[in-house]
């Protein structure tokens, strides 16, 4: 049975895409093209570098290792700009009362992101306390769908993938739990993520009886 949960953080706790969105649309027409909010649903859950070989890609654009360096920084400062914004009021509907269900309830509480900027994110929104272990992007080599962040998520909480319940908003994050065995409950449209064991829209008025049925 179920015994921890392990959370994404980008479009799970929190709406941070939207800043990644606006932060890499401004590097995309710095260097003359565009980017749509359809193209960034292939950079969910994917590492800020391989997310700057993508939108390269998009707008035709080669350019030497250094110079990649350089524009994925700049691409950060913006977004580190943004999120130094942030406070409680953007965490997503419903969440604080699930993970405060979960606490009373015994379950443990992960997180598993691959954002280098997820521990001033979650303090930014009071939710830190919460979370009994934290994986994010300065722990592990590997970006989702590669199942390593996860992983790390179970060993720390001391449990069996078996035992472990993600929630996910990303196709690549989804995969990654797939991988190595643990459930995973798709937050997004059924759509999109169909591979999921079951998909909610968010976690307003989601009981964590949810657990049981996955
Ligand atoms: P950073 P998650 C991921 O966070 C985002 O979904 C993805 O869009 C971003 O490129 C990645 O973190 C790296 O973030 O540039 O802050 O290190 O969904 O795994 O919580
Ligand atoms: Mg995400």
């Known amino acids: 049975s179920i015994k921890g949960c392990i959370f994404d953080l980008d479009g799970v706790i929190v ?6 969105y606006i932060a890499w649309k ?9 980017f749509t909010e359809e193209d960034n649903e292939k950079l969910k859950g994917v590492s800020r570098i391989r997310s700057l070989e993508l939108l390269l890609e998009l707008g035709n654009k080669s350019v030497d290792d250094k110079t990649k360096l350089e524009l994925a920084d700049r691409k950060n ?6 999120i130094s914004k942030m406070d409680k009021s953007e965490i997503l509907p419903g969440v604080e009362n699930f993970l405060i269900k979960l606490k009373e309830n015994g379950f443990k509480i992960a ?13 930014n929104v009071g939710l830190i306390d919460y979370f009994d272990v934290i994986v994010d992007g300065t722990k592990v080599i590997n970006a989702k769908p590669d199942p ?6 179970a060993e720390g909480l001391n449990l ?50 949810i657990l049981n049925f996955t």
Not at 15 to 20: F, G, I, L, N, V
Not at 148 to 153: A, C, D, N, P, Y
């Open 77 to 82: 400062n913006w977004y580190v700009e943004y």
């Open 160 to 209: 069996n993938p078996k035992e472990c319940c993600v929630f996910e908003d990303a196709i690549a994050g989804i995969q990654a739990a797939k991988k190595c065995n643990m459930k995973v409950i798709g937050v997004g449209s059924e759509e999109i993520l169909s591979d999921a064991d079951i998909v909610i829209c968010g976690f307003e008025n989601v009981d964590i009886d």
């Open 111 to 123: 997180l598993g992101s691959v954002s280098k900027n997820a521990l001033t994110i979650l303090k």
């Open 15 to 20: 709406d941070t895409a939207k800043y990644h």
């Open 148 to 153: 390593e962040v996860f992983l790390k998520g």
């Open 26 to 34: 401004r590097l995309a027409n710095e260097l003359g093209f565009d």
